[in-house]
């Protein structure tokens, strides 16, 4: 497998040679496969660098930018199949999430009795500068209500389970990451949507209810389909038993509730929105009982779905492109500029209010990482869920590639210097 790398990363070179050449002479039948062929070497090449190893996933997502934005029609239909059908949606975002769940553990939640005031801290620098930071930006630049309502949705989401790698490799407070990730997840059914009606209801329209069931089904159906395959693993073997078969009937239970939906009403905010509801919350129930045997057969399964969910979250970044290309080349620049900012203002106000609240620098670059660094798949979900991937999904398939560069490289510059010697540097 190394072999491959390194081969793939010396191909890199004259692809690259090719899409020069094939800009200069203004070839497009040169340049556009180049591109393409020099993004996948080197995505497929860096892991053949330790030092650049961790840079992998990022360049997935260049290469999905790519190829979307010179072949937008390759991923948006094939053949008959919409590539964008709300149901293929909902499953890679639940299936994104229930691999961010399964590297949560119902432990995480213990964390606030521990250190009450950093997760309080966390929390809230977490739910006030990112939604305020992205209502502002779009008041200072000039983007399209709905793009504009995209960076302001991408401020609201909970943080990612990308700060708790950002946070290890920055030696920061791991313990105060992962609890605080835990709780702006649980919390984000309220936080979001409240949050969208206030600064995005001008721009586009905002349900409240109907945003916040979106949130509970992609965000905590899955994640606590995770948690109890979590507590199935340490309990004892009459428990597990009877949440075994309770599970199971709960599956089957869904998937009647799901069928039968229909009959309880026919508006979003009627009976058919809490039976379908319901039967996520069933479904997840039947699922992580059910992942959970299979794990005990399979047990490499678990180290898998870390990559499965960065699959997703690459799928997502393709068809949001590869829908919004058009409104990229119009204010794509400017739209990373205010991804940028945004992520930049979450670094430092985390940073610095967490110092103003007498944290320890551990701690502040902990909240500092949690805070600047998004969850782009909810933020891709709630997007193709209101139907405007091409729209409001776009600032999160630009802030997803840019998070994950500027995050590993303040990790990587925290890293190097510890806070037991740092003094008078944050």
Known sequence: MLLIRKVCLYLAAPALIALLLGLALGAPAVWAPSAVAAALSLALGLGAVPSLKSYQYTAWIIVAVVAAMIYPAAFLKWGEFDLRHKWLVL?????????????????????????PWGVVVAVGCQFLVMPLSGWALTRIFPLPDEIAAGVILIGCCSSGLASNVMCYIARANLALSITATAITTMIAPIMTPMWMKILAGELVEVRFLPMMTEIIKIVIVPIGAALLHDYLKN???????RVTMAGA?????????????????????GGALGLELAGFVFGAAGFGVFYHHLVRLLPRLEKFMPFLSMAGIVYF??????AGRNNLLLVGGLLFVTAAMHNGAGYFFGYWLARLARLDRASCRTVAIEVGLQNGGMASGLAGAMGKLA???????????????????????WRRRPTDSATSSP
């Open 91 to 115: 499953v890679v975002v639940q299936t994104v999430m229930f691999g961010m769940g399964t590297q949560m553990s119902l432990k995480d939640f213990v964390g606030v009795m521990k250190m």
């Open 235 to 241: 309990a004892a073997p009459a428990t597990a038993r």
């Open 249 to 269: 009937v709960a599956g089957m239970f869904a998937l009647g509730m799901l069928f039968t939906r229909d009959v309880w009403g026919h508006g979003p905010d």
């Open 317 to 322: 970044t393709t068809i949001t492109t590869a």
């Open 391 to 413: 729209t409001v999904g776009l600032a999160a398939a630009v802030f997803s590639p840019w998070m994950n560069i500027s995050g590993s490289l303040l990790a990587n510059y």
